[in-house]
């Protein structure tokens, strides 16, 4: 019986680290994050969503203008796995780390008006593998003073 347990659990791990370094190879053939620009609502705000799937955001490149109002809604679409929004910029005092539960989803509302890029990413992570980050999960979003269709 316990030669059993120890084959069980050698075989778990195998699978486990097996399933976890698969998942970033699959989004990397499957990019199609792609870039967007936010248009601007009546009211004035810049909206748009963000999916979070398997190690990519969805779109991973947004650009907005400059000094208008931002509205972002992060809806992860991941069946069991927790991830987070973090973008931070300390000279712009620039933070927001927002968890987001697997099939949930949040709104972070931002107000930048330094043209520039600002990058975004999720640094969850399971046991001793690499952060979502590292494997691969950021995009940017760009700030820009005046934004052409």
């Not at 999916?51 to 947004?62: G, V």
């Not at 949930?104 to 001793?128: E, H, N, R």
Request: aromatic residues 10%.
């Amino acid at each position: 019986m316990h030669k059993s347990m120890n084959y069980w659990l050698v075989f778990t791990t195998v699978i486990l680290v097996a399933v976890t370094n698969l998942f970033p190879l699959l989004a990397q053939e499957n990019q199609s994050a792609g870039s967007i620009i936010l248009p601007v609502d009546a009211d004035g705000v810049q909206r748009g969503t963000i999916l979070l799937t398997s190690y990519e955001f969805s779109p991973n490149s947004i650009v907005i203008t400059a000094g208008r109002p931002v509205e972002l809604t992060i809806k992860n679409e991941s069946f069991l796995v927790p991830h987070n929004f973090v973008i931070s910029n300390d000279t712009l005092g620039l933070h927001h780390d927002v968890s987001v539960s697997a099939g949930d989803s949040v709104t972070v509302q931002l107000f930048l008006t330094t043209p520039g890029q600002y990058v975004f990413y999720c640094d969850k992570q399971l046991l001793f593998f690499p952060t979502h980050r590292e494997q691969g999960m950021e995009g940017v979003l760009e700030v820009r003073s005046e934004v052409s269709s």
